[in-house]
């Protein structure tokens, strides 16, 4: 299965989730490295856009495509969820639940996505010794700004 990632080009090819353990997100804790991917091109796009100020968007980003192992993922449903885990900033609670998946191994959770509920987003734990996804192509992309625009 095929998932993807917007990130800043320097980073791109880090497959050690150094961005997310450096400074936490919403489904794991600072210290917990993971990959934060999509199910779609756009969806990747969309969260990047609600999680970053315009004036903060480099000029040099790119699209990942990961391959990961329809068999390691774990889906996590909304009734399975803290009750407030679309909250925003992202509460401890929904950080504390994916941090606990992670130590437990977890390879990769299946979360809905908070921008929109029906479509998912892939979270890769790269601590799994399991070689459960792969790195495909990184292309450059050039952000359109009229996604933030008001």
């Known amino acids: 299965m095929l998932v993807y990632r917007l990130s800043k080009t320097q ?72 009750g407030d885990w679309k909250e925003t900033p992202a509460p401890f609670s929904t950080k504390e639940f994916g941090t606990k998946l992670f130590e437990k191994e977890v390879p990769i959770l299946k979360i809905p996505s908070i921008v929109i509920p029906e479509e998912f987003n892939y979270i890769i734990n790269p601590l799994v010794e399991l070689k459960h996804f792969k790195l495909l192509e990184v292309k450059d992309l050039v952000y359109d700004l009229r996604i933030k625009e008001v």
């Open 11 to 82: 980073y791109a090819k880090d497959l050690n989730g150094t961005g997310a353990k450096l400074f936490g997100g919403r489904w794991n804790q600072i210290d917990t490295p993971c990959i934060y991917t999509a199910e779609s091109r756009s969806l990747a796009v969309l969260e990047y856009s609600v999680n970053v100020n315009v004036d903060f968007i480099p000029r040099a980003l790119s699209i990942c495509v990961f391959e990961i192992d329809e068999n390691q993922i774990k889906e996590i449903k909304v009734k399975d969820l803290p």
